[in-house]
């Protein structure tokens, strides 16, 4: 739809297709690989009668995403790949490979929009919402920088879904009624312990369930009035929750706590409660798995989060927080999440951001992007 758009609006349109992926271990069956892709891709560039290349990145995107991935899961982090691609792969290499071409722009699918503002008398790239609200897809570009910015266009960000899919149909186009790609960026659908066995080995260890009146959560309640307060003790609001395996009382066994994240339900294999569990904290040093009953379970919910200042990202420089300031922002901590009352505060050691309303699932490796009401500013990896 995109390359359609841009033929009708006179650009001279070129495909390009990126191989970022071979591997199929750990996929799950029935899910598209990029070879059911690049045929696809091949129908609509027939059909729009402009020519089509390939190129082949799996190499670069497994240095820079999937060794990426790994690690951080070994580190008892959980990562965006997705975000990690579109910085690393989709805006760097594929736009090397297009200027090869000599390209003007690149243009991507993405439900986004971009502005060009003066500020100073310097040209400025705004990175805008799309239109359609359920598919506002900006937090996943929530990485890149000006120059990136200057040499992408949006072509569907103006349009809702159900707009793009109709032109798709009317024009006749093959991917008309494709579903919506789903999994990890380039990878696709995955059993994601399956997938991360190929290189963090299994190691059985104890899952361990948190009381609800775990003496830690009176304490944090405690913190959050008196931050409210006095705007004493930011750091401890913005902290993860700590434990260790005589906090609670064993509940099961897992394979490993680095195939894990915050929030997660399923795999956990307990029975017997009143309420789902889950997991609420993950040691992969100790290799224990902490685990909580029900969605209200304190250790689900938090006031704050911290990035380090090494992990702080504007895509406006323009705007970037001085030391000591602090400001009104909305907040995303992951896609299609309603953006976020909060109140970001710069130190010298990073960035704290507190939330007018707890929120649950809050996880490390993940990034945080923060808005100016319709506006992308700036985002960083959650501590």
């Not at 798995?289 to 200042?309: A, S, T």
């Not at 109140?343 to 923060?370: C, H, M, N, S």
Request: charged residues 25%.
């Amino acid at each position: 739809m995109a390359a359609f758009l841009l033929k009708q609006q006179g650009y001279d349109v070129l495909g390009m297709f990126m191989i970022n992926w071979h591997d199929t271990t750990g996929t799950l069956a029935g899910d598209c690989p990029w070879n059911d892709d690049l045929i696809f891709a091949e129908l609509v560039a027939r059909k729009l009668g402009i020519p089509l290349k390939t190129v082949d990145f799996s190499e670069e995107y497994r240095k820079r995403v999937v060794d990426y991935m790994f690690t951080e899961y070994e580190r008892g982090r959980t990562p965006n790949p997705d975000v990690l691609c579109n910085r690393e792969v989709k805006f760097d290499l594929f736009v090397k490979a297009a200027l090869e071409n000599q390209a003007d722009y690149i243009a991507t699918g993405h439900y986004c929009r971009k502005e060009e503002i003066q500020v100073n008398g310097n040209r400025v790239y705004r990175l805008l919402q799309g239109l359609d609200p359920n598919k506002d897809q900006s937090y996943f570009l929530c990485q890149l920088s000006q120059e990136q910015l200057r040499m992408v266009l949006f072509p569907v960000g103006n349009l809702m879904k159900q707009e793009v899919r109709d032109i798709a149909r009317d024009q006749g186009l093959a991917t008309a009624e494709r579903k919506d790609s789903q999994g990890i960026c380039f990878v696709g659908k995955v059993d994601l312990p399956e997938f991360l066995k190929q290189k963090l080995h299994i190691r059985q260890g104890d899952i361990i369930e948190i009381p609800e009146d775990f003496p830690v959560y009176a304490e944090y309640a405690r913190l959050h009035r008196e931050f409210l307060k006095t705007g004493v003790g930011l750091a401890e609001l913005a902290a993860d929750f700590q434990y260790s395996a005589h906090d609670g009382s064993i509940s099961g066994t897992h394979n490993g706590a680095h195939y894990y994240t915050i929030g997660q339900r399923k795999g956990l294999n307990i029975g017997g409660k009143a309420e789902p569990m889950f997991v609420i904290a993950t040691d992969t040093m100790e290799n224990n798995l902490f685990v909580g009953m029900g969605h209200g379970h304190p250790g689900l919910n938090r006031w704050g989060l911290f990035i380090p200042g090494e992990d702080i990202h504007w895509v406006r420089q323009d705007m970037e927080m001085r030391n000591g300031e602090s400001r009104r922002m909305l907040v995303r901590i992951r896609y299609r999440q309603p953006l976020q009352q909060t109140v970001l505060i710069r130190r010298p050691e990073g960035l704290y951001i507190i939330f007018d309303k707890k929120q649950r699932g809050i996880t490390p490796g993940q990034f945080a992007a923060w808005y100016d009401g319709e506006e992308l500013l700036g985002s960083g990896v959650i501590k």
